[in-house]
Nanobody, 115 residues
Framework: QVLLVESGGDLVQPGGSLRLSCAAS????????MTWYRQAPGNERELVAG???????NYADSVEGRFTISRDNRKKTVYLQMNSLKPEDTAVYYC?????????WGQGTQVTVSS
């Protein structure tokens, strides 16, 4: 079955950096777009960044220039490098892929940006 497992979340000070990872299994990873979303308390889940099967990327305006999404098809892993973190980046970060009509999510990893 499809499985997405996020890791790398932590407590970090404003201005700091983190790298999130999402390890995928159960499908042909290289054929599918991968996306990072986040959800802060009281807010709807929002798209952060996406990367296509040919590594074309897109970002939310709020993270453009600070976050970088990448993928390693051999390791079946997608990454989110987050720099210049701000308190408003605090959220649970989720990995996502869509296969056919099915939407798959990981369990999420908590990122807290606070001094």
């Amino acid at each position: 079955q499809v499985l997405l497992v996020e890791s790398g979340g932590d407590l970090v000070q404003p201005g700091g950096s983190l790298r999130l990872s999402c390890a995928a299994s159960g499908f042909i990873f290289s054929l599918y777009r991968m996306t990072w979303y986040r959800q802060a308390p009281g807010n709807e889940r929002e798209l952060v960044a996406g990367i296509s099967e040919v590594s074309s990327t897109n970002y939310a305006d709020s993270v453009e220039g600070r976050f970088t999404i990448s993928r390693d098809n051999r390791k079946k892993t997608v990454y989110l490098q987050m720099n210049s973190l701000k308190p408003e980046d605090t959220a649970v970060y989720y990995c996502n892929t869509v296969i056919g009509t099915a939407n798959y999510w990981g369990q999420g990893t908590q990122v807290t940006v606070s001094s």
